[in-house]
């Protein structure tokens, strides 16, 4: 599976240096969501008297890149809650304990974005794959694809954009679904965005990159020693079973060869001989340095990486480390692809003082990955 992946990502990232693509000069637009689910979250198990709660406030970044024949791809990264309470009665006495629990929960949806002409007001319709990571789980476990589609109506205000939507999204089965996710999904979103040409995008004088970032580990994330097992013990299906990295990039030109850049990284940690996964955010800070060549250039980089995690499985992941690199960029009309093998040295994991048993991840981390920004 790593192998096929890493082949997968070069040739992709061969591929599309070799393609003048016609995105890379359409207009870049980014900002932020905010909304609302109209939906429960859950649906009522058998065994509880189980109360739903709805509201829930959804919001996050967004990014888009407007694209020929009023098509546009849009990516949201989106921070909401899944909310329950229930009362369970004890059977050895009449008193009724009552329960409730808050999972956290990111969802990215990538969509296709197609506008019907218009003048200010224009209508849209959106489709596409939505994937969610869980921050902790509480006794649920919630799919982690779906299909998303939505309509909606773009406001131009200047080089604002307000784009009122209303998006159902349909998830795949619970694994296990002791506390089964409603599969129907239906929001109300508001997207506030500012849209600018890649020739406007510069802070204090200097070009400012934004982009996507994507690629494969080539080490594994837990130590090889035996450790003893873990709270977990029934039967469970990895879904969407592919060791990934991938996530947001920002970079900004400081002088001619140095350049600064900001990586926001989304990774699961797979365990070596279990289903359970520890979700993380890497933030690796970057100081980029390029040598002078036609054509291809080669760079070099190194900084600080944080880290945040959850859905820990009794471990203790690092929260910092420090990130080197070496790779090569090239510009086709406006598009970067920067192809990079990355290694991030991490500081020890804390000691769970609570736990009998604990597992380590691997303090060596090392991944290929490509950057694709405008």
Same mark, same amino acid.
């Given at each position: 599976m ?7 990502m ?32 859950f ?14 406030? &959804?919001?996050g ?5 407007k694209?020929?024949?009023?098509l546009?791809?849009?990516? #949201? ?8 309470s229930y009362n ?7 008193q ?8 956290? &929960?990111?969802?990215?949806p ?6 019907? +002409? ?17 921050r ?11 299909i ?14 307000v ?6 999204? *349909? ?6 679904p002791?506390l ?5 999904q ?11 040409a ?21 080490s594994?994330?837990? *130590?090889?020693?035996?450790s003893? +097992? ?7 299906? *990895? ?27 989304? *990774?699961?940690l ?11 955010w890497? &933030?690796p800070?970057l ?7 036609p ?15 959850? #859905? ?10 420090i ?13 970067? &692809? ?7 040295r ?23 990955l ?5």
């Amino acid at each position: 599976m790593r192998t096929k992946t890493v082949l997968a990502m070069t040739s992709l990232a061969a591929a599309l240096v070799g393609v003048s693509p016609s995105a890379s000069g359409q207009t870049l637009s980014f900002g932020g969501v905010a909304g609302t689910n109209l939906t429960s979250s859950f649906r009522n198990p058998d065994w509880a008297n189980f109360v739903p709660r709805s509201n829930s406030l &959804i919001y996050g970044p967004t990014i888009e890149v407007k694209l020929p024949r009023n098509l546009a791809v849009e990516v #949201n990264a989106l921070s909401r809650h899944l909310r329950y309470s229930y009362n369970v009665l004890v059977q050895d006495g009449p008193q009724l304990y009552g329960l409730q629990a808050d999972i956290g &929960i990111w969802e990215f949806p990538l969509l296709a974005k197609y506008r019907l +002409p218009a003048s200010k007001v224009r209508p849209f319709v959106e489709l596409g794959p939505s994937f969610r990571a869980p921050r902790n789980t509480s006794g649920t476990n919630p799919s982690r694809y779906g299909i998303a589609a939505g309509a909606g109506a773009e406001i131009h205000l200047g080089r604002w954009n307000v784009a009122p939507t209303v998006r159902y999204t *349909r998830w795949a089965v619970d694994p296990l679904p002791y506390l089964p996710t409603n599969p129907n999904q239906v929001d109300l979103l508001i997207g506030f965005s500012h849209a600018t040409a890649r020739e406007s995008r510069r802070v204090l004088g200097r070009k400012l990159w934004f982009g996507v970032v994507a690629g494969a580990p080539l080490s594994g994330d837990f *130590r090889d020693e035996a450790s003893p +097992p873990r709270a977990f013990t029934g039967t469970a299906t *990895r879904f969407f079973d592919v060791r990934f990295a991938a996530g947001l990039t920002a970079e900004v030109d400081l002088t001619k060869h140095l350049a600064l850049e900001v990586n926001g990284l989304y *990774r699961r940690l797979h365990f070596n001989d279990g289903p359970e996964v520890v979700v993380t955010w890497q &933030i690796p800070v970057l100081a980029k340095y390029r040598l002078s060549a036609p054509g291809v250039r080669p760079f070099v980089e190194a900084g600080p990486s944080f880290r945040l995690s959850g #859905n820990l499985h009794a471990t203790s992941p690092s929260h910092c480390g420090i990130t080197a690199g070496l790779g090569a960029e090239k510009q086709v009309r406006g598009l970067k &692809i920067a192809p990079v093998l990355r290694y991030t040295r991490w500081t020890a994991g804390a000691k769970l003082t609570r736990a009998s048993f604990q597992t380590l991840t691997n303090a060596n981390q090392v991944e290929l990955l490509v950057g694709f920004s405008f």
